[in-house]
């Protein structure tokens, strides 16, 4: 069975500072991996993710992933974060049928 | 509109009444997940269907849940005698194909007094 470790449930980063989320997965198979952001009483937005191919990974909104399969790991980053990026962020791992497992998320407090 | 669309948005019912909650994927989307998400549990998954095929109930919690899909577009998500820890937000999710994400709707929020 597939899973997910997102270690921080909360991080607190000042404006314009780098950020860093972790992601671990666990899954036998090369994993589909996705990272989702959450604002308060909305859905999920997808910022970007893993199927294949290039290990670094281009999202939306300046953000980028990393895939190491050594340390099954799939770190989001960000050069500088804005005010805005404060909300809850998801890490998943999907499955062959696509249904996806998630982390507990790690929610971004942004300091000005 | 293009997204997936969900309804209601806020649900609020006495514990043991039956309850519906509707998804619209967006259209051309062969496959529909439902996922809840609630303090305790984090994110579910809770069932899939994917075009004729019989749906995936691995993650139902319980016989009271139950969901159908009509005419490989609008589905139902059924929870029958609720209970208190039925509270969440119920998300619906459509793909398109594989190698492509799910689209999340914006959840429907379920309170159970």
């Known amino acids: 069975a597939q899973s997910v470790t997102q270690p921080d449930i909360h991080i607190t980063v000042s404006e314009g500072a780098s950020l860093e989320l972790r992601c671990n997965y666990s899954?036998?198979?090369?994993?589909?991996l996705f990272w989702y952001v959450q604002s308060p009483g909305q859905g999920l937005q997808l910022l970007l993710k893993?199927?294949?191919?290039?290990?670094l990974v281009q999202g939306i909104k300046g953000f980028e992933a990393e895939f190491k399969r050594s340390q099954s790991s799939f770190n989001l980053r960000k050069p500088s974060v804005h005010w805005s990026d404060a909300a809850e962020y998801f890490c998943?791992?999907?499955?062959?049928?696509?249904?996806?497992?998630f982390g507990a998320g790690t929610t971004v407090t942004v300091r000005a | 509109g293009a997204g997936v669309s969900q309804s209601p948005s806020n649900k609020v019912t006495e514990k043991g009444k039956d309850v519906e909650l509707r998804c619209d994927p967006i259209?051309?989307?062969?496959?529909l997940y439902w996922y809840r998400q609630s303090l305790g549990q984090g994110l579910e998954f809770l069932i899939y269907?994917?075009?004729?095929?019989?749906?995936?109930k691995s993650g139902l919690p319980s016989d009271r849940f139950s969901a159908e899909r009509t005419g490989g577009s609008v589905s139902t998500l059924t929870i029958q005698r609720t209970q208190q820890e039925d509270s969440a937000v119920y998300l619906c999710?459509?793909?398109?194909?594989?190698?492509?994400?799910?689209?999340f709707g914006d959840g429907t929020r379920l309170s159970i007094l």
């Open positions: 259209s051309g989307h062969t496959a």
């Open positions: 998943a791992v999907a499955n062959n049928d696509y249904k996806l497992s």
């Open positions: 269907f994917q075009g004729n095929s019989a749906p995936d």
């Open positions: 899954y036998g198979a090369t994993p589909y």
């Open positions: 893993y199927f294949s191919g290039d290990t």
């Open positions: 999710a459509s793909l398109l194909t594989r190698g492509q994400p799910q689209h």
